[in-house]
């Protein structure tokens, strides 16, 4: 009796406890089909993944939007992104790779589309609504373009704002110290690392401010893509020789990091930071930015400028927005384009040499996937209007893709940005887009890790570009024999001479 | 008529109900798992699976294809012979560069962290066991750092470091133990991102050894009493022993959350800085290089099998059955 008793309470219990799991998995799933159907957008509003600015200023974007032609009945709705561009290209490359279907619009950066152009990854525009292709095409500064274009001219995104690198300057603290940035139309009259260092040295010691000269130095993309190109290319110097060599052929193009006029870049970094060290350069005046500079980004770095501690700052467009605001330094802002070490005739490879900008930017972007669109088009379209590009010019400070802005009235009235737009359009005329082939993530990263030791003192500058040159040479020669396979596979076998100019890409 | 369906089904429904009463205590025990392992198998062992299948391919830099043609084991000889350091952003294992090579970084993390976070959490454990006045608080003070979400953990240990920011980077430069660029020095951020590590899991350990700590029989500690044992020899002969099961499990859990370390890294500093395993698959994957990083991941993942099944078969006597 006892053991039948037990048995069948258990069996009860067993019945029970099966009875109850399906009834829990039955509530899970209908609650879990819930949540995820709670999270999907309505079915006219178009999703961008961008950042912070575009998020919190949707509203007023979208209302432009709207005024310059888009439908009034789609509506625009901003995914903030991280802040760091290299996190959210790893981010969308889960999302383009996972097949998502949202967001409908990227905001990409213009350092790292190509690799997404490559991979098929973006919609060609040029293939769906070829005049808006050719209009951009023709319109807008033609490097900035570039990288977003594949070689047989199709087009992967609207380009959106183009950045440029820029020194900002208390023009306070130098009219102060005896300078006269404005009878010397420093603004578009670039000095040499020469002049510009013996300024700042004198301005810090007469102003008694604290440094003279901060930047990013950071082990990260913004190095190698900017600041670091931007002194060597200033000094003549360059990665991978002439300027043609930008885009590649990978493998086949010199790598040139281990030349005088970059070792000579990388001594003028080291003596900025150090002072008399034993590699000085001479023809400048040292100890003028802090050690921190090589543990700075670019907020960290612009806010001790920002705080009134620094005479000069490297930037982009936005620190000239945000330093240049009537309740920071206003008109005691100066701007002006970034100094050179030789002249475009004296330089070592051609096409650089002179002020030198790292070209960057934004493009947007179409993801292949997005059951909207038609509807994305259209946000797409609308924001090639003129009139758009003013506004966010006005709102963002986004310098206008489009050369013959920088002529209009218009936005020259702009406040604070209005200021800057004759040294913005030489940033702009005087860039050079980052080197962006398969093979540069990988040497991004080691030009960065290279450079910011060799600023830190951790070898020296002609050690440190020597073991980078065969970093770079093995990357190079990795990545070229893994493009002649798979293009002598895909496409019936041209020679490798052929298949190296694949890698332009962008070019 | 309708009587007679009802009966009919109420006798078909119960037939799995019979089949189901018919099953040993084991049999049912397989049975209730079998969903959670059919789970279990598609999220763990397919994934493992495909992973060592792409590890099998060349990688593809161009055209909607991911990965390159079959090359075997091409990867694996390429990435443990140093050939692959060229597509990676840190080498896999060189000897000139332990700091700054995924392997021994990986390893010297996860030996420092996980000894400091058991020694403290042992420490936080026993203190924690004690009848004391405002014991819930100071349980509440050990615990917090554990709730604290990565991100925010990896804000305040980056911002304490930053110069112009922190206030720690000068007394500690004063006093010589960082330079005045820590983050900017893989040996020192690797200290910086062992002391984050620490000051969040040691509560996490704590917590598990504590549960140990509990489920001792107290009647031992009286008999030890009786037997006139001195303190260390209490904890040597009773607490030790019966807690240890519970420490291994706790060490377990922890080595293998520190070899897949990545968050912390990312936060704190950066993987061009301290570069860890997971770093490089990371970096890899965004680099559209998938074989290579579908190659270190696997091999992360059977770094992390082995070390899991030396503290199985090594421990497993000391352990009993009971836990792992």
Known sequence: MIPSDGDRSRAVDRRRFVKALGATGLAASGSLAGCLS??????????????????????????????????????????????????????????????????????????????????????????????????????????????????????????????????????????????????????????????????????????????????????????????????TGSWGGSYFGAKENLFGPVGERPVTVDSQPVVDATRMVRTFIEGDTENALESVAGDISPRAVLQWQEETSRRP????????????????????????????????????????????????????????????????????????????????????????????????????LFETERMRQVPVMGRYVETLRMTVENSTPRPVTVAWPQESTKIAQQANAAFSGDGTPSQRMQTLKEQLQAIEEASERKDAAETRGGTGGPSPSETGTATSGGG | MATETGRDRSLSLSSPGRWIEGLSDTQFAYLLLTPCLILFGVIAFWPLVRTFQMSLQADLLYGAERLGPFVGFENYVELLTGERNAALPRPFFDPSQIFTSALTVTIIFTVVSVFFETVLGFGQALILNQEFRGRRWARVAIILPWAVPIVIQ???????????????????????????????????????????????????????????????????????????????????????????????????????????????????????????????VVQAFSSSRYASAATVAFVTAAIIGLVVSVYIVKFADVEGGGGF
């Open chain 1, 305 to 404: 400028f920002s705080n009134g501690s620094v005479v000069m700052h490297r930037n982009w467009p936005y620190a000239i927005a945000i330093a240049g605001a009537e309740d920071a330094f206003g008109r005691d802002l100066g701007v002006m384009p970034m100094p050179y070490g030789v002249t475009e005739d004296e330089a070592k490879y051609e096409g650089y040499g002179g002020t030198t900008s790292s070209l960057g930017g934004w493009h947007v972007a179409l993801n292949p996937n997005s059951p909207k669109r038609e509807m994305a088009f259209e946000v797409m379209e609308a924001m090639t209007q003129p009139a758009m590009q003013l506004f966010l010019f006005e709102l963002l400070g986004w310098l206008p893709p489009r050369p013959a």
């Open chain 2, 154 to 280: 990896g804000m305040i240990f980056f911002l304490l470091f930053q110069p112009t920011i922190g206030f720690l980077v000068e007394p500690l430069q004063q006093l010589g133990v960082f330079s005045s660029t820590p983050q900017a020095n893989s040996v020192e951020s690797l200290v910086i991102v062992i002391v984050a590590d620490v000051w969040k899991t040691s509560a996490f350990m704590a917590l598990i050894i504590l549960a140990g700590l509990q489920s001792i029989d107290r009647s031992l500690y009286d008999v030890a009493d009786v037997a006139g044992a001195s303190k260390f020899e209490r904890f040597r002969t009773i607490t030790l022993p019966l807690v240890l099961p519970s420490v291994l499990v706790a060490m377990l859990f922890r080595t293998i959350g520190a070899m897949r370390v990545f968050g912390l890294i990312e936060t704190v500093s950066s993987c061009s800085t301290v570069p860890s395993l997971s770093c490089l």
């Open chain 1, 38 to 231: 709670r999270g999907s957008a309505g079915p006219q509003t178009i999703e961008i993944a961008a950042n912070t600015d575009v998020k919190e200023n949707v509203g007023e974007i979208q209302a432009k939007l709207h005024e310059v032609g888009l439908s009034e009945d789609i509506e625009l709705s901003a995914i903030a992104g991280v802040q760091s561009s290299g996190s959210r290209k790893q981010q969308y490359n889960r999302w383009l790779s996972g097949n998502l279907e949202r967001p409908a619009l990227f905001m990409m950066d213009s350092g790292w589309a190509i690799p997404f152009i490559l991979r098929d990854q973006l919609v060609d525009i040029a293939e769906i609504r070829p005049e808006l292709a050719t209009t951009i095409q023709e319109e807008y500064f033609e490097p900035f373009v570039r990288s977003i274009e594949d070689r047989t001219g199709g087009l992967y995104g609207v380009p959106l704002f183009p950045t440029t690198g820029a020194m900002l300057y208390r023009k306070d603290l130098v009219k102060q110290a005896g300078f006269s940035p404005e009878r010397n139309n420093w603004a578009t009259e670039p000095l040499s690392w020469q002049r510009f260092s013996e300024v700042t040295k004198e301005t810090m010691q007469a102003t008694d401010t604290r440094w003279g000269f901060s930047f990013q130095a950071n082990s990260y993309e913004g190095l190698s893509c900017c600041d670091f190109k931007e002194f």
